[in-house]
C-alpha cells in the first residue's frame, strides 16, 4: 500500500505554532492529506476553516483535493456505532459529569472494553508507535464515549473511519493523542479496519505548558502580521519544541 499520512486539525481557532510544528512533522513525512475535524458544532466556527486553510497555504503545505470534512459525514460515523450497538458491544450512559442520572438528553454511547474483549476472544492488540511495537489487552482500557451526549457521535468513531476510508498508513500527531491510541486500534480491530503505523511527535510548549487555541497562543496569523516569513515561522516552531525536549530531558 502506498504511503499516505494526513494532517487533521480542528477549526476551533486559529494555527498556533503548535499547529505550524505538527504540520511540518505531517507533510514532511510523506504524501499528506488535510482533513477537517470539523464535528464538534460546540466549538467549531466557520471562519476558522478558510483561515487555517490559508495559514497552511501561507506555509508552503500543499495536499490533494477534495478536503474531507467530517461534519459531511455523520450518518457514516452513526453507523459504526449502530454496528457495534447491534453487536451488544456498547451500552447507553445516562450520567452526567458530577455522576447524576439525567433523562432529561440523549444518552452518551459508550463502548464496553469488556464486550470488546470476549468479542476479541480476549486477544492482546498490537499497534507500533515510532517504530516500536505496543500492545495491551483491550480489558484494561476504560470504556470510550463513542457517541457524545452533545454532538452524537465521536472523535475516536471519525477519526478512525476516515484513516480507513482515506487509507491512511501512517498517522503523524502530537503525543497529546498518544493515549487515545489503544481506543483507535480497539475500534479497528472490532471493525477489521487496517491498523496504520502510529508516529507521535513531541508537542511544542508555551512557557510551562503545551501550545493551546483557547489560551491564545501565538497564531500564525499574528506571525504573519508581524512580518516573518513562512521559513521564519517554521524555525521558531522548531525551537520552541527543541527548547521544550531540552527541558524535558
Ligand atoms: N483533530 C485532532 C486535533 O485537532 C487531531 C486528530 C488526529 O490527528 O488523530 O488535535
Excluded at 82 to 98: F, I, K, M, Q, V
Excluded at 137 to 160: E, K, N, W
Excluded at 229 to 240: E, F, G, I, K, N
Amino acid at each position: 500500500m502506498t504511503l499516505l499520512t494526513r494532517f487533521a486539525p480542528s477549526p476551533t481557532g486559529l494555527l498556533h505554532l503548535g499547529h505550524a510544528y505538527a504540520a511540518e512533522r505531517a507533510f514532511s513525512f510523506g504524501p499528506c492529506l488535510l482533513r477537517i475535524e470539523d464535528i464538534d458544532h460546540t466549538r467549531v466556527r466557520a471562519e476558522f476553516e478558510p483561515a487555517m486553510i490559508d495559514d497552511l497555504r501561507w506555509l508552503g503545505f500543499d495536499w490533494p483535493e477534495p478536503t474531507r470534512r467530517q461534519s459531511e459525514h455523520l450518518q457514516d460515523y452513526a453507523a459504526v456505532v449502530s454496528e457495534l450497538t447491534d453487536r451488544g458491544l456498547t451500552y447507553e450512559d445516562y450520567r452526567t459529569r458530577s455522576g447524576e442520572d439525567d433523562r432529561s438528553r440523549p444518552p452518551a454511547v459508550k463502548l464496553s472494553t469488556e464486550a470488546a474483549a470476549r468479542a476479541l476472544a480476549g486477544e492482546a492488540l498490537t499497534y507500533t508507535n515510532n517504530g516500536e511495537v505496543v500492545s495491551f489487552r483491550p480489558s484494561t482500557l476504560a470504556d470510550p464515549t463513542i457517541a457524545r451526549r452533545d454532538i452524537g457521535v465521536s472523535y475516536h468513531i471519525a477519526v478512525t473511519h476516515d484513516d480507513q476510508i482515506q487509507d491512511v498508513t501512517d498517522v503523524v500527531r502530537g503525543e497529546d493523542l498518544l493515549p487515545e491510541t489503544p481506543v483507535h486500534v480497539l475500534i479497528q480491530a472490532l471493525m477489521g479496519w487496517r491498523v496504520p503505523a502510529y508516529h507521535h511527535h513531541g508537542l511544542v510548549w508555551d512557557g510551562e505548558r503545551k501550545m493551546s487555541k483557547r489560551r491564545g497562543s501565538r497564531t500564525i496569523a499574528s506571525l504573519r502580521e508581524a512580518g516573518l516569513s513562512p521559513a521564519d515561522v517554521l524555525a521558531q516552531a522548531r525551537t520552541s519544541k527543541a527548547s521544550a525536549s531540552a527541558r524535558d530531558d
